[in-house]
């Protein structure tokens, strides 16, 4: 079957619910056993079925097989955000005396959590150039025991060489991980080498902006059982109303995605031809940098983009913001909004490689508006922008 096929059936066992095509919501913490012997026998396997409302309900198990579906993976765990797929990842395979090798290009939040809780616990953490590439091997260690990437980085864009970087980091004995929500249907980590895929299903997997949710799919049955053991030790578990959104979200990604990269490479190439805009950063164009790495390793886009305008001042900017009736100001991407936010100054923070683009930098999420009313707010803002300047 096709994938698109797939999704809209993993994780659906309608004879096991009385026929419902969706899964129920199961609100359940204590759950019952029928003899001292059985539930003994559920203590052997803590994470087999159903036996404690933290370890995962019919909900939860639905969701989790169908990401493990999408994404080509053993076994998936939910999480109850992408930030909490992603620390809780890190803490899986890390402890006191290691060496983390991250992104350049990872985000504020997680930038933070390394550099205060990771230090705190002894854990160093070395940032690298996106585009290292098999030239990672030079920052590994002896102790190096992760290798975290993003690609596209979600703010500035770059393309990793994934298969390149992985191999290197696999022959220093370290675990791959990849935040892979940009590339969410149409990049298969596990045929890249990577171990750990996770995702913020916050975003294209749920889809309409109304539920906070992570997912971290493994590689191996042992990566899985590891990072389960961990996040149970913490008490990690998100809602079942959650799992439940996560879930009928899934089922449109396709067509949905479609629609999102349909309309984001209309606007990019509009946006390139347009004299305010100095460069478009969008990997599924021919004139990006990663172009070519994009065409080889992922099957299609999605509605992420970002925007390097000509010099112009902040209250230019800001009027050009300000004004938009459908790109809406909004920290988040994947729903069914457009957004945008500007990302000059403190939303990008670089450490190993610069960033210094020639005026300000902004990041567009293009939703599932029609493609003529986007471009035509686009439009109207550009003409604020001129007045604001003159």
């Known amino acids: 079957m096709k994938k698109s096929t797939r999704i809209l059936h993993a994780g659906r066992k309608p004879e096991a619910f009385h026929g419902a095509v969706n899964p129920p919501v199961y609100h359940a913490s204590t759950i019952l056993h029928p003899s001292v012997a059985a539930m003994e026998k559920s203590g052997k396997t803590p994470f087999e079925g159903v036996r404690y409302g933290r370890f995962g309900t019919p909900t939860t198990f639905a969701l989790e097989e169908a990401v493990a579906e999408l994404e080509g993976g053993h076994r998936t765990v939910a999480t109850s955000s992408g930030l909490a797929a992603i620390t809780g990842a890190l803490l899986a395979f890390l402890?006191?005396?290691?060496?983390?090798?991250?992104?350049?290009t990872t985000y504020f939040p997680t930038r933070k959590f390394c550099d205060s809780v990771l230090g705190g616990l002894g854990i160093e953490t070395t940032y690298y150039d996106p585009l290292v590439g098999a030239g990672i091997t030079a920052l590994m260690r002896p102790n190096t025991r992760v290798v975290f990437t993003e690609s596209p980085g979600s703010l500035t864009f770059e393309v990793q060489d994934i298969p390149a970087i992985a191999e290197a980091a696999h022959a220093g004995g370290a675990v791959v991980m990849m935040d892979n929500t940009w590339g969410v249907l149409h990049f298969q980590p596990f045929t890249k080498g990577i171990d750990i895929s996770i995702q913020a299903a916050t975003k294209y997997i749920v889809g309409h902006a109304d539920a906070m949710l992570g997912t971290i799919t493994a590689a191996t049955p042992e990566l899985w059982l590891q990072v389960k053991t961990s996040l149970a030790a913490f008490g990690a578990s998100p809602g079942t109303e959650e799992m439940y959104l996560g879930l009928r979200g899934l089922r449109t990604l396709p067509v949905r995605l479609r629609q999102h990269a349909e309309s984001a490479l209309r606007l990019t190439r509009w946006l390139e031809a347009r004299p305010e805009v100095d460069r478009v950063l969008y990997p599924p164009l021919a004139s990006d940098p990663g172009h070519e790495l994009w065409k080889r390793d992922f099957t299609g886009g999605c509605g992420l983009f970002g925007v390097i305008l000509k010099p112009a001042s902040k209250a230019a900017v800001d009027a050009m913001l300000d004004g938009y009736s459908h790109f809406k100001l909004g920290f988040s991407w994947g729903g069914f909004e457009s957004l945008v936010i500007p990302t000059s100054g403190h939303s990008i923070i670089r450490t190993a490689t610069p960033w210094t683009?020639?005026?300000?930098?902004?990041?567009?999420?293009?939703?599932?508006?029609?493609?003529?009313?986007?471009?035509?707010?686009l439009e109207r803002g550009f003409e604020r922008l001129a007045c604001a300047v003159s």
């Open 95 to 104: 402890k006191a005396g290691d060496h983390l090798l991250m992104v350049d």
């Open 357 to 377: 683009p020639v005026g300000p930098s902004l990041r567009f999420h293009a939703g599932l508006e029609d493609a003529d009313d986007l471009e035509e707010d």
